[in-house]
């Protein structure tokens, strides 16, 4: 009989060596003392997600990081801005409305005033839209390069296609939640207790931030198109001044509130973008588990270790 190091014990007839056979149930729980023995079953790998290979086309692997924080200061001022000029805006009006009051029910009968009121006006609307035109594309520019950055922080699909990234803003009817779930999809990337190969961002909710200042954002553009005053040389109801300066007032309050909510977005994007260890989703390890809860939602979407 052979020992356990092979040699042979003496006193007993050698036998014959009979090759290695794999056990008919591999990974079979061991039987339980005292109680009858369930059937065996294979292990089986938790139900989750698997790890995801890497980008097979050569343009997302050769990318790197961009660091975003001077270009989120930069767009922040420019919202501040787009705030302000929203408020002078809503100033001219209810400053055409006293004009064209004092002209129809004053005693003063003074046509060149209508024409500065007009002066005014424009001038108003004028620096409102070019301060809106420069905070936007500004604003493109640096949710395009947050984007990329949670491209590659995270291989988890993102419901939109980079490309919307600037078309959402601009096409009609999707342009109403298109830049929010974009919006939602890099925090969600962006956080640093996400997997980096979690497959799908669609099962993470979407933070409360985010929903507040789509709908401000919403609403103000709303009230600015229902409000606008007329001309003040065409001398119209001053009724109708009164309610069009009325609802551009609503709006400058409802933009301050969106700028102040937006500025937020974008510290919390900036500040989980830097505190993220800058590591593509394809260099680290394909079962890294989150760190804690998910702070957006009532549970991770990936199983927990």
């Known amino acids: 009989m052979s020992g356990p190091h092979g040699e042979e014990q003496p006193g007993y007839p050698p036998q014959p060596q009979r090759p290695w056979q794999p056990p008919s149930q591999p990974f079979a729980r061991p039987p339980i003392q005292g109680f009858a023995q369930p059937p065996a079953q ?4 938790p139900v989750g997600w698997r790890p995801v290979e890497p980008p097979p ?17 930069a767009v922040s001022i420019l919202i501040c801005l787009v705030a302000l000029g929203s408020a002078l805006f809503a100033v001219s009006d209810w400053y055409t409305y006293r004009v064209v009051k004092d002209y129809v029910e004053g005693s003063v009968k003074d046509p060149d005033r209508l024409d500065r009121a007009d002066l005014v006006a424009g001038a108003a609307a004028n620096g409102f839209l070019l301060a809106l035109l420069v905070a936007g594309v500004v604003f493109i520019v640096w949710l395009w390069r ?12 993102h419901r939109r296609g980079r490309g919307w990234v600037i078309g959402g803003w601009f096409c009609p009817v999707v342009n109403f939640w298109f830049p929010k779930q974009i919006v939602d999809d890099v925090i969600a990337a962006s956080d640093p207790r996400t997997p ?12 409360g931030l985010v929903v507040a200042w789509w709908l401000t954002w919403v609403a103000s553009i709303v009230f600015e198109r229902l409000g606008g005053t007329d001309y003040a040389a065409d001398v119209p109801d001053v009724g109708d001044q009164v309610i069009a300066a009325s609802l551009s007032t609503i709006s400058a309050v409802q933009t301050a509130v969106c700028a102040v909510l937006a500025i937020r977005i974008i510290g919390l994007v900036n500040r989980l973008q830097m505190s993220r260890p800058w590591n593509r989703w394809w260099e680290t390890n394909p079962w890294a588990a989150p760190a804690g809860q998910y702070l957006y939602g009532p549970k991770p979407p990936w199983p927990t270790q």
């Open 42 to 45: 294979q292990f089986r790998q």
């Open 57 to 73: 086309f050569q343009p997302l692997a050769d990318r790197w990081f961009s660091s975003v924080g001077g270009l989120g200061t």
């Open 146 to 157: 947050v984007r990329s950055n949670a491209e590659l922080f995270c291989a988890g699909r």
């Open 196 to 207: 980096p190969q979690i497959p799908d961002l669609r099962g993470i909710r979407g933070n």
